[in-house]
């Protein structure tokens, strides 16, 4: 299957300061990524979808921008946290979707461990 | 109602037993159905995708899919204790990108 990686995969932070967050496909283009939140014991949380070359769509009640989402190039995809708070700490898991002849799927990264002090 | 829904769980199973999980869902028209096995601190990890009616297997896994009853199963042959994890269920409705996903159903294999 298709490789995503995340980078960091965990980090700690204090109050107020800006994190970011790298998703990478590493043996595909991804034109479309997808950023998710997960808290303990609950589902996957979709946050926005990152489109290569412009904006990305945000999910609503999700600040875009506090959750700034970049998607420069077809390989990589950034995530960052503006001015974090305790409540931001959270599983952030970046995919990327893998479309073929006869399929259509999203590959996760690892994710990354936020927490903000 | 939810756009997916599963049962939290957890589900115990012995172990060699078959775990059979469910998964329902709204929007009549889905085409693309997905399980996830996540395990616990982890990101979540493809197991399955079908589209189509019917079954589709792979290896001790077996998708079943009914877009009449909008209903959506996965069964694990052979549970081993490594089987343990949350299994999500995931849908695509046609024309979208973003994939909805149910809460997840915690399976336990118990040796």
């Known amino acids: 299957g298709a490789v995503v990686s995340q980078h960091p995969s965990w980090v700690i932070c204090k109050s107020g300061t800006s994190v970011k967050i790298e998703c990478r496909s590493l043996d595909f283009q991804a034109t479309t990524m997808f950023w998710y939140r997960q808290f303990p014991k609950q589902s996957l949380m979709l946050m926005a979808t990152?489109?290569?070359?412009?904006?990305?769509?945000?999910e609503q009640g999700v600040e875009k921008d506090k959750f700034l989402i970049n998607h420069a190039s077809l390989t990589l995809s950034t995530l960052t946290v503006t001015s974090a708070h305790p409540e931001d700490s959270s599983f952030y898991i970046c995919?990327?979707?893998?479309?073929?002849?006869?399929?259509?799927?999203?590959?996760f990264g690892p994710g990354t461990r936020l927490t903000v002090l | 109602q939810k756009e997916v829904e599963q049962n939290s769980g957890p589900l115990s199973v012995p172990e060699g037993a078959i775990a059979s999980l469910n998964c329902t869902y709204s929007d009549r028209g889905s085409q693309s159905f997905f399980w996830y096995r996540q395990y616990s601190g982890k990101s979540p990890e493809l197991i399955m995708f079908i589209y189509s009616n019917g079954d589709k297997e792979d290896g001790r896994f077996t998708a079943q899919l009914n877009k009449a009853s909008q209903y959506v199963s996965l069964l694990i042959r052979d549970s081993q204790p490594s089987d343990s994890a949350t299994y999500l269920c995931a849908v695509k409705s046609g024309g979208y990108q973003k994939v909805t996903f149910g809460i997840g159903t915690k399976l336990q294999v118990i040796p």
């Open positions: 990152s489109n290569e070359g412009s904006k990305a769509t945000y």
């Open positions: 995919s990327a979707r893998v479309k073929g002849a006869n399929s259509d799927t999203q590959y």
